[in-house]
């Protein structure tokens, strides 16, 4: 059985836009309940490690650039079937394939700057949740 939690981040590109409150807007209208919710910014090295699976990807180092040059915002949401159902309402990676009225077709400006970010499994969902939430910071 699939999980009910996912985590997000709206990307430096949206936050720096000022898209986060339409972005969070249509999260909430899909359905998904805000279970914890952080304004920060990423160090390097933060960002590095975060995306530590993609170091040996060709864009790894402009990924951590960008990952680390603004405020991002960082949520766990909740809802049945959460990762999946999250990745549909994201889009696909590259804005250009993405589907009409998907958040990244609508916000995301290139392949890397591209909005939001989802977790691809339950797994991931609950590494990365932990990652920037301990147990007092979730509802
Ligand atoms: P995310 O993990 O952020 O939700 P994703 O799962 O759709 O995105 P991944 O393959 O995990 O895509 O890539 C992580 C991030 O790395 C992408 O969201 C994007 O910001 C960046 N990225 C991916 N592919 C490329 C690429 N070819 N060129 C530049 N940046 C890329
Ligand atoms: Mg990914």
Do not use: C, W
Not at 22 to 49: C, H, N, P, R, Y
Not at 103 to 119: D, L, M, P, Q, T
């Amino acid at each position: 059985m699939s999980g009910n939690r996912t985590f997000t981040m709206i990307k430096p590109d949206a936050y720096a836009a000022g898209n986060s409150g339409a972005i969070l807007k249509m999260i909430e209208e899909a359905g998904f309940k805000l279970v914890a919710m952080k304004l920060t910014q990423l160090s390097a090295d933060t960002a590095g490690k975060f995306y530590e699976v993609h170091k040996e990807r060709p864009f790894y180092g402009d990924l951590v650039k960008y990952m680390s040059s603004g405020p991002i915002i960082a949520a766990i949401l909740e809802k049945d079937n959460a990762v999946v159902d999250f990745r549909k309402l994201i889009g696909a990676t590259n804005p250009a394939d993405a589907e009409e009225g998907t958040i990244r077709k609508i916000f995301a400006k290139s392949i890397e700057a591209n909005a939001v970010h989802g977790s691809d499994s339950d797994e991931n969902a609950a590494i990365e949740g932990s990652f920037y939430f301990s147990e007092t910071e979730r509802v």
